[in-house]
């Protein structure tokens, strides 16, 4: 079986011949942990009035081109997206100054757990891919706030599969790609965070966001992301006005949390579920906190527990995913467990295991993960000074939940068929609503 890098090297059909899948939303929700933000053309987001500061009507006004005036006038009203093809984007991310080397340093913006190299050559190949080269990547937003505890970004590729023979990304299909959680233990406290705080200000950014780009750019939408960038994708489309969400085709949420009961029980959800997608590995973890009211299709992994997070592990046969009957029972036995622990404690008593977790954690004085554990074991005694010198009962609710976060990552695929036994072509019915 391949996986999605393949996919990538091997699919030379354009997007007109094969319309954009499920697949190609793991691909651009993967393609957004790069450091676009240095090579890409960004957007300056102010949730209050969403406006581009290079894509402004002052702007466009006065970039008036005497030589073809009907260009400026349709640019005028209809502002194209500022932008760079893939391929141009990945030229610009490794172009080195002093060499024609493949060699320019940059840092990956990734999960911990996934090998920054994977990205490095993901992205690569889709530059080079007749079906994904002229890609057209812009809008980028990245930022971090400590004082809010919030980590976010966000970029918009257009597809080439517009009207236009000429110029086929003009009202293309404008896919919009969440960043799930970085490295930064920001964006893990901000994850965290969720099990008592609702929207919590990711989920906000990502609102102006997508009204945002709706606002500036003509097309068709899709909304993906992986991880926290599917939440923040489903929560973007859930709060978007009318005449946006008439414009979203589709929502991809890949192996992403869900939200609070009473958040999937909302008219606001129950209005845009027909259009969401959840996909999840068969040991799925993250994908399984809170509820997930839609049936999820079940992918096959090359991979164990918590290592199935990873996209790079995903099965892919032709341009679908291979598929498992059903969930594992460890992902099913923490779905339920996990769910059981948060509802059984108050809002205030989550807050306090969130703050408490990140205390000990924020003993290394480290600001990423990768950092906490290069000094790992220098910095045992401190986190161990931090533990102790909790209170007993936030002591007891971190060990219950550390206890059935280690279950669920250690724990055998045991349920599942095996992957050659799979059908790439059934969806499965599995649910993990409460």
């Known amino acids: 079986m391949n996986d999605i890098t393949e996919y990538a090297r091997t699919e030379e059909r354009s997007f007109h011949e094969l319309p954009f899948n499920e697949v190609d ?23 209050s009035q969403p406006q581009s500061s290079g894509s402004s009507f002052a702007s466009r006004l006065r970039a008036f081109e005497p030589h073809h005036p009907l260009i400026w006038f349709r640019n005028l009203w209809h502002p194209a997206l500022e932008s760079v093809s893939l391929t141009e984007a990945n030229d610009e991310l490794h172009r080195s100054l002093a060499t024609t080397a493949d060699d320019k340093p940059h840092e990956p913006q990734v999960v911990s757990v996934i090998d920054p190299n994977l990205t490095h050559t993901l992205f690569q190949t889709c530059a080079r891919s007749p079906r994904f080269a002229d890609v057209r990547l812009g809008a980028v937003v990245e930022h971090i706030n400590r004082g809010e505890q919030t980590q976010f970004a966000a970029a918009t590729f257009q597809l080439p599969d517009g009207r236009n023979r000429r110029n086929p990304t003009h009202k293309g299909t404008l896919v919009i790609s969440f960043r799930g959680t970085d490295d930064s233990l920001i964006g893990w406290k901000e994850d965290f ?23 500036l750019w ?3 939408i899709m909304l993906v992301g992986h991880s926290k960038g599917g939440n923040l994708a489903i929560y973007a489309a859930m709060n978007a006005d ?16 869900g939200f609070p009961p009473h958040v999937v029980s909302s008219p606001a959800y129950r209005a845009i579920q027909p259009k969401v997608t959840k996909i999840v590995p068969s040991s799925s973890i993250v994908g399984m906190i809170f509820d997930t009211p839609e049936p999820c299709r079940v992918v096959a992994s090359d991979s164990q527990g918590i290592m199935q997070h990873s996209a790079y592990t995903w099965q892919v046969d032709g341009d679908r995913f291979v598929t ?3 969930l594992s029972s460890s992902s099913q036995l923490f779905n339920e467990e996990l769910n059981q622990w948060i509802t059984n404690l ?21 600001n990423s993960f990768s950092e906490m554990m290069s000094r790992f074991p220098a910095s045992l005694p401190s986190m161990f000074g931090a533990f102790v010198g909790l209170t007993p009962e936030d002591r007891r609710h971190l060990t219950s939940a550390l206890l059935i976060l280690l279950k669920a990552s250690t724990a055998k695929n045991s349920a599942a068929k095996p992957a050659h036994e799979s059908q790439p072509d059934t969806p499965s019915e599995s649910t993990a609503e409460q």
């Open 193 to 215: 965070n969720m099990t008592f705080q609702y929207p919590v200000p990711a989920q906000r950014a990502a609102s102006a966001y997508l009204d945002t780009v709706a606002r």
């Open 218 to 220: 003509a097309g068709p």
């Open 242 to 257: 009318a005449s946006v969400q008439k414009r979203i085709r589709h929502v991809y949420s890949l192996d992403s949390p």
């Open 25 to 47: 939303a793991l691909i651009i929700a993967t393609l957004v942990y790069e450091d676009v933000a240095n090579i890409s053309p960004t957007l300056m987001l102010d949730e």
């Open 346 to 366: 108050t809002t205030e008593q989550r807050e306090r295991a969130v703050d408490a977790l990140f205390t000990v954690l924020g003993a290394t004085g480290a």
């Open 324 to 326: 498992e009957p059903d």
